[in-house]
């Protein structure tokens, strides 16, 4: 079975700095997708970056980057001049055909 | 527009009633999915579908049931075995394949609130 760890349950930052969350997952599959979800206060899933596991580059979506180590099986997002609407909870997601499993979540809290 | 939509927004269930939540997309995908969410916490499935009339236990499966009759159709009934339901519930959609595929991914409704009184 996947796993997917977020040991950040919250992190803050000031408007306009950066902020990387952290991800680790663990699997036996080699062929899978990552996600980052955002999920502000109305509870709505929205998909922040997608990153497959047979392509080495690192995703990128405007401000939101990842750091993609598939040997060290880590995932992380960068978020870059955050802004207030970023505040929100953040969730790491492994795909493989089939099932989505998240980790726990972090929540990020963008400080005016 | 193409979506899911999920509802009711709220319900309220008193003990030992069961209840059903709908979900419904316009999306043409093959595969639906119910998750829980706690408050919190992260999302945990509760039952999945990746075609019509066959359905599979997630990870919470129990004290829950569904059904999946047609394509854009498949409710969840919370019953009265589940002793702990008051939680967040979200259904979602995807294609299905092969993980090459380039539009890949997972759209959510907007969830029912689900409470005990």
């Known amino acids: 079975a996947q796993t997917v760890t977020q040991s950040q349950p919250e992190m803050s930052v000031q408007e306009a700095e950066t902020v990387t969350l952290s991800c680790t997952y663990d699997t036996s599959e080699s062929n899978y997708y990552l996600f980052w979800y955002k999920q502000p206060p109305s509870r709505q899933m929205i998909l922040v970056i997608r990153?497959?596991?047979?392509?080495?580059q690192n995703a990128t979506e405007n401000r939101f980057s990842v750091n993609f180590q598939k040997a060290a099986k880590s995932f992380s997002l960068k978020i870059s001049d955050s802004q207030l609407g970023d505040t929100a909870m953040y969730f790491c997601?492994?795909?493989?055909?089939?099932?989505?499993?998240f980790g726990g979540g972090t929540r990020v809290l963008v400080k005016p | 527009d193409g979506g899911i939509t999920q509802s009711p927004k709220y319900l309220f269930r008193k003990e030992g009633q069961n209840v059903t939540l709908s979900c419904e997309q316009n999306?043409?995908?093959?595969?639906m999915y119910w998750y829980r969410q706690d408050p919190g916490q992260g999302l945990r499935l509760i039952y999945y579908s990746q075609i019509v009339n066959d359905f599979q236990k997630g990870d919470i499966a129990e004290g829950y049931s569904v059904s999946r009759e047609k394509k854009e159709s498949f409710p969840l009934t919370v019953t009265s075995a589940q002793k702990n339901p008051t939680a967040f519930y979200l259904c979602?959609?995807?294609?299905?394949?092969?993980?090459?595929?380039?539009?890949?991914?997972?759209?959510f409704g907007s969830g029912t609130r689900l409470t005990v009184v």
């Open positions: 990153q497959e596991a047979y392509k080495q």
């Open positions: 999306l043409n995908h093959d595969a």
């Open positions: 979602a959609s995807s294609t299905t394949g092969t993980l090459t595929q380039a539009n890949y991914g997972y759209t």
């Open positions: 997601a492994f795909m493989k055909p089939g099932k989505l499993t």
